[in-house]
């Protein structure tokens, strides 16, 4: 079986022209792209001047050294819980009565007896 080359894929743009976008992206690899990660559009890293720093290859390679998902074996110990903050503790005073702590009541939904048709329902009721 023999593998055929890759059709160019042209775009016709709003006003009826038609644009390789391959062709543009390639010509252009080396402009410095719009925002503030200072890279070209090809992806380099770009220093004072727009110098290549550090080329798209090392940035891929560092990348894939160390998969993201992957699980170490060994359990860390290093890594130790911090211990929970102790509560300051009250003290009330003497005479005063003590009270028992106040329950939170969760608020029950109104309950309306009219069938009132709301929103879509109300605007689609005279619809037919």
Known sequence: MVARAKP???YRTMQGRMVDIE?????NESVQAVGNMNV??????????GQVVTPKEKIIKKYYEQPKGMVSDTPSRGKTMPAPKAQPVKTTQ???????????VAPQPKKTQSTAKKGIDAALDGLE
């Open 8 to 10: 160019k894929r042209m």
């Open 23 to 27: 062709k543009l992206r390639a010509a």
């Open 40 to 49: 070209n559009a090809r992806g380099d890293v770009l220093g004072a001047g």
């Open 94 to 104: 003497k005479g005063a009565s003590k009270s028992a702590p106040k329950k939170a």
